[in-house]
């Protein structure tokens, strides 16, 4: 089992709905989950951190933790096409040697 | 705007060249990274930088050469390389290493191409 998973995608949505991005973690004593947005040929931009289970909004962001079935949601409401990116997942493993990093998720918001 | 910038932004080298790539970050973190990212591939690390002090090589080859000259400074010095090493290369900061504090803040990146 890989240590942090999500779906390859791409996912796509039409512009104004919810977008849904799912992250599965293998560590259940890790405490930090981060979400990345990285648009093609950029950097990552950490967007969301959420550490304690249940819900955390920012904006039109809001990320999910439950912690007992060890994943980890980011909801983008009022989905625009320039969300359109890769949204990566990052846990910071219980020795805190280095970020686990998902493979990222394709997102596709059509106008 | 970024608050961790990184010189230059792209970069073309032949595999006898020496070039160094240059990183700084403006708030105040004591950790600073080295990722190298390919594409559709998520970061990977190459150097961890704690207080000034070289803490995680991730088995890099030699030919790649970090160094930390203030706590707000990363540069990484290129010699010999590859054209497999032709990556996106990046730079990030955070607080401190441990924890919750691990949030990590990547610089725009240096595309580099090796011929």
């Known amino acids: 089992q890989k240590e942090v998973e999500q779906n390859s995608g791409p996912l796509s949505v039409p512009e104004g709905a919810i977008a849904s991005l799912n992250c599965t973690y293998s560590d259940r004593v890790s405490q930090s989950f981060f979400w990345y947005r990285q648009y093609s040929g950029k950097s990552p931009e950490l967007i969301m951190s959420?550490?304690s289970n249940g819900d955390k909004e920012d904006g039109r962001f809001t990320a999910q933790l439950n912690k007992a079935s060890q994943y980890v949601s980011l909801l983008i409401r009022d989905s625009q096409p320039s969300d359109s990116a890769t949204y990566l997942c990052a846990v910071p493993p219980r020795n805190n040697r280095k970020l686990i990093w998902g493979l990222g998720t394709s997102l596709a918001v059509n106008p | 705007d970024t608050e961790v910038t990184q010189t230059p932004k792209h970069l073309v080298m032949g595999m006898t060249n020496k070039k160094s790539l240059k990183c700084e970050q403006h708030?105040?973190?004591?950790?600073m990274y080295w990722y190298k990212q390919k594409a559709k591939k998520p970061p990977e690390l190459m150097f961890v930088y704690s207080y000034e002090k070289l803490s995680i090589n991730e088995s890099v080859p030699s030919r790649f050469s970090p160094e930390c000259p203030n706590s707000s400074l990363l540069n990484l010095h290129l010699h010999a390389l590859q054209p497999e090493d032709s990556a996106l290369y990046l730079c990030?900061?955070?607080?401190?290493?441990?924890?919750?504090?691990?949030?990590?803040?990547f610089g725009p990146g240096t595309r580099l191409t090796v011929l």
């Open positions: 708030m105040g973190h004591r950790a």
């Open positions: 959420i550490y």
């Open positions: 990030a900061s955070s607080q401190t290493t441990s924890g919750g504090w691990n949030e990590q803040f």
